[in-house]
């Protein structure tokens, strides 16, 4: 039996009467919607007596304004997709209705989000910050799901979320993968043919390094060989490789409990990130 799909709502008003008065769960996204995305929704559903899913590209993360016009929208396609995998409301805002005249606030997790994707994208997580913060604000959540594909995201909204004693519980969910390995990206379907193959290459290098850490500790050792992979890959451009304790995503000279292996490349003209756990968390 098909899921109905869920009303769309575009004014902060319109979401306030969709709420019950139970809170609901919260799936954060910018549309064109996957199977990683699935995984989110479908985990709220079976945790929450309403989820909503957000429908938002936020310009404020993009500093390049040719990226955010690439961005891929399917208001439509999404909201059949979020249906058939447990939303009952779609939230999908315009940008006047985000950032209303007057908007003068954001948001900035300092540390955490000046190094790795923070160093390559000047005020990315600044944006991302400002828009989870009002985001949790406007829904009051129980619990709020994020990827940990996208690892110093997560980390930086668990700050947030502390630090400021934001409503609900962040809820980290495994990453999603492709048949051949590669992390559900929206970014994916922007891939050529040739990219597509090379890409595989990050999610390899990745396994390399978890299957060296069952014997290995050295830091050093792990990066040498997941860039010995990389560079067996035609046109994957390494921006960073590395490994990092998972609560400061500092560089770490060897494995921590919960140690998570980062990778960024270029693919052509798509930038690429994924992670891997080497070490499980204490107590984990």
């Not at 961005?71 to 409301?89: E, K, M, N």
């Not at 994916?188 to 990745?206: E, F, K, Q, W």
């Amino acid at each position: 039996m098909s899921q109905p799909t869920p009303p769309v709502v575009t004014t902060v008003v319109a979401l306030r009467a969709a709420l019950g008065r139970r809170p609901p769960g919260l799936v954060p996204t910018m549309g064109a919607l996957h199977e990683g995305h699935a995984a989110l929704i479908a985990g709220s559903a079976a945790a929450n007596p309403a989820t909503v899913v957000s429908i938002f590209v936020n310009p404020t993360q993009f500093a390049d304004p040719a990226d955010f016009a690439r961005y891929p929208r399917s208001l439509a396609r999404d909201a059949v997709f979020a249906g058939a995998h447990g939303a009952t409301i779609l939230f999908a805002p315009t940008t006047e209705e985000m950032y209303p005249a007057g908007f003068a606030t954001s948001v900035e997790v300092a540390g955490l989000g000046e190094r790795w994707e923070g160093a390559a994208r000047p005020g990315h997580f600044r944006g991302v910050a400002t828009v989870v913060a009002r985001l949790l604000g406007l829904v009051r959540p129980a619990r709020a799901y994020f990827g940990e594909k996208d690892f110093q995201q997560l980390q930086i909204v668990r700050r947030l979320h502390a630090d400021l004693a934001l409503p609900g519980e962040i809820v980290g969910w495994p990453t999603v993968r492709e048949p051949d390995g590669l992390a559900h990206s929206s970014r994916n379907t922007r891939l050529s043919l040739d990219g597509r193959r090379s890409a595989v290459a990050l999610p390899r290098a990745l396994r390399a390094m978890a299957a060296l850490a069952r014997t290995e500790d050295d830091a050093a050792a792990l990066v040498a060989a997941g860039e010995a992979v990389l560079r067996e890959a035609t046109g994957v451009h390494l921006d960073y490789l590395a490994v990092v304790d998972p609560a400061t995503l500092a560089p770490v000279p060897r494995l921590v409990p919960g140690a998570r292996a980062i990778v960024a490349a270029e693919v052509g003209e798509v930038r690429l990130i994924d992670n891997v756990e080497l070490v499980p968390e204490a107590g984990g």
